[in-house]
């Protein structure tokens, strides 16, 4: 059982330069307006002696008022927007036998009109403030701006991440490609990555080319529970990123479940909903950034795997401020939790995908070694391929790919040469894992620590593509004993 999440301390205090107090708010009080006289008459009238009548919706040129759920305030990156949006009234007919105001208004500020009245039919119009468009989000249009770089090359993505912030908080965002057919869904193919400065997008997979392996620097910032990261619905990303490459990400804040602590008014059910509902990103932008994050469907369900994603800025746009965005609000929410002095509880908003039994300490990768430092490693101990391990299904290759690995402790780029049959060639990683993991399905007797097989296997992902199933299914049989 993993222990739990400690981000509190990290977490609560406010953004490096001090933003000026929000104006604080509190629910409305506003009393009910007065019902007219025309929709109380309304109200007794049936249904069939309304007809066809319907009560409209007429814009209104009176100054707008205030969303009484709307929270202003300024974080480094974000002003406070100039107004709050305003929400359309909605009619109804009655319900047959049972009296009804027939409007429901919010904010509860009206501005009736009273129509003509006529022997058949009668009606009335009802007239709101109309909503006011809010501006459109994009990290381009911030003071200052972070800086947006996009890679498909491992060794630049490690030398970018390895940039950002180390004590966080960095916000994390996914992309694949959907197919409309059962079992359409693809492996992950963008990650987005964003803290105070910077924003990088990596595209892990083209529809023409995979990168070799999972970043390095990447994968150890997201395994580095003591570094926040957040997004909306980041658990369940989390766990498809742990399917796809192996992935374990720890330290995950999800917004929505922040926000509800964070903001008590929040947590009014016909604004976000229940408290085991994930509340979109989009909503939480307009929320506490005041602005519109698009969410375009013909984007959002795109090709992530086009070998020219770099050349389609709307895509890129789209990608950067779905990561930015979220920090921001993060930012925000935070801001409020410090500023009201509100306890928080890491339980309620935090979550991991963790197994202590494939728990490694990160290590980078060893230079190559030279032939007079090859020649120099010492011996590897020998094992036996005996009648009962041949009839088993383990070939010579197995084994020796296991004795390297597992009693020899050699690197598998120092492996792809030392097992190579014929001198001066080199074995692909892809087929080093696949021996390796033969010989432990062939003999499952064989010692093996799964840390170290899963540092292995995801030095190439298409082997993790290849033998994740197996390896799942092994681990949980072995923690399950």
């Known amino acids: 059982m993993p ?3 400690s981000l509190v301390a990290r977490c609560r205090p406010a ?9 604080r708010r509190t629910m409305s009080t506003a009393s009910a307006p007065r019902e007219s006289r025309i929709l109380a008459a309304l109200a ?20 707008p008022g205030i969303h009484p759920f709307f929270r202003a305030a300024t974080t480094p990156a974000v002003k406070p927007p100039a107004s709050a949006p305003q929400i359309k009234a909605t009619t109804s007919l009655p319900v047959p036998g049972k009296k009804s105001s027939l409007v429901r208004i919010s904010p509860p500020k009206v501005i009736e009109k009273t129509a003509a009245v006529t022997e058949e039919p009668r009606a009335t119009e009802v007239e709101v403030e109309a909503p006011v468009d809010l501006p459109i989000y994009s990290y381009k249009t911030l003071s200052p701006a972070p800086t947006m770089r996009f890679t498909r090359d491992e060794l630049e993505a490690d030398k970018w991440v390895a940039e950002l912030d180390n004590k966080g908080p960095i916000s994390v ?15 992950v193919s963008l990650v987005q990555v964003a803290d105070a400065k910077n924003i990088i997008v990596i595209q892990l997979r083209t529809q023409l080319t995979t990168m070799p392996r999972f970043p390095r620097e990447l994968q150890r910032i997201l395994e580095d529970r003591s570094i926040p990261k957040m997004g909306a619905n980041i658990l369940n990303d989390a766990k498809k990123l742990f399917k796809d490459y192996g992935v374990m990400m720890t330290g995950l804040i999800e917004l929505g479940a922040l926000a509800r602590q964070a903001d008590p008014p929040s947590t009014d059910a016909k604004l976000w909903g229940n408290g085991k509902k994930i509340v979109a990103l989009a909503k939480l932008v307009e929320q506490y950034l005041g602005k519109k994050l698009l969410k375009d469907d013909n984007v959002r369900v795109s090709n992530w795997e086009n070998p020219k994603l770099e050349e389609q800025e709307t895509k890129l746009d789209y990608a950067a401020n779905d990561a930015y965005s979220g920090l921001q609000v993060y930012n925000r929410l935070m801001y409020f ?12 908003y935090t979550g991991e995908v963790y197994y202590s039994i494939l728990e490694a300490p990160y290590r980078r990768p060893p230079p190559a070694l030279t032939k007079e430092e090859m020649a120099a490693l010492p011996p590897v101990p020998m094992v036996l391929l005996t009648p009962a391990m ?6 010579p290759q197995f084994l020796r790919a296991y004795r390297h690995w597992r009693l020899g402790a050699r690197h598998i780029d120092t492996m792809c040469i030392e097992l ?6 080199t074995l692909q990683r892809s087929t080093i894992i696949s021996y390796v993991v033969n010989a432990l399905k062939a003999w499952p007797m064989l010692p093996c620590d ?13 082997s993790w593509e290849r033998h994740s199933e197996w390896f799942m299914g092994a681990t949980s049989a072995i923690t399950h004993k």
Not at 173 to 187: A, M, N, S, T, Y
Not at 337 to 348: R, T
Not at 420 to 425: D, E, I, S, Y
Not at 450 to 462: C, K, N, P, S, V
Request: hydrophobic share 35%; no cysteine; glycine share 6%.
């Open 450 to 462: 799964f840390a170290e097989l899963r540092l292995l296997i995801q030095t190439d992902i298409r």
């Open 390 to 395: 041949e009839a088993s299904g383990m070939q």
């Open 15 to 23: 953004p490096s330069s001090p933003p000026r107090s929000p104006p």
């Open 173 to 187: 965002d996914l992309e694949w490609v959907v197919v409309f057919r059962k079992g359409g869904i693809r492996p």
């Open 3 to 5: 222990k739990p999440l």
């Open 420 to 425: 190579a049959l014929k001198p001066g060639t």
């Open 44 to 63: 007794d009238m049936s249904l069939t002696e309304l007809g066809d009548a319907r009560s409209t919706v007429v814009e209104s040129t009176k100054p």
């Open 337 to 348: 939790a410090e500023e009201d002095s509100i306890p928080l509880n890491p339980f309620k």
